[in-house]
């Protein structure tokens, strides 16, 4: 499966941003999708995770709360609402999709190109 992810930009603390990743191939609902994030030097975190159906998400602390992963697979496509961004938000955000429900970005397959969130003070 190929992943595009897409939807970052610069947005003001305390701003909205929404995330989307469109998949190509008709198994996408066969995969879990996650999303994570990367910051200069710093190691690739995890943010959320969805399961096949979209029936159950799973969070990172650090968003919880404030982030929301949904997904619709008639379109090919999981989301990624980002409420109430911090500056220590910013990074480069990628979505990937796997078999496994897990924060663990080492368990997924494939991995779509990132897209860059910038968050203002």
């Known amino acids: 499966v190929q992943l595009q992810a897409s939807g970052g930009g610069l947005v003001q603390a305390g701003g909205s941003l929404r995330l989307s990743c469109a998949a190509s191939g008709r198994t996408f609902s066969s995969y879990v999708m996650g999303w994570f994030r990367q910051a200069p030097g710093r190691e690739r975190d995890a943010v959320g995770t969805i399961a096949k159906s979209g029936g159950s998400t799973y969070y990172a602390d650090s968003v919880k709360g404030r982030f929301t992963i949904s997904r619709d697979n008639a379109k090919n496509t999981v989301y990624l609402q980002m409420n109430s961004l911090k500056p220590e938000d910013t990074a480069l955000y990628y979505c990937?999709?796997?078999?496994?429900?897990?924060?663990?970005?080492?368990?997924?397959?494939?991995w779509g190109q990132g897209t860059q969130v910038t968050v203002s003070s």
């Open positions: 990937a999709a796997g078999q496994i429900p897990t924060l663990f970005p080492s368990r997924y397959d494939y």
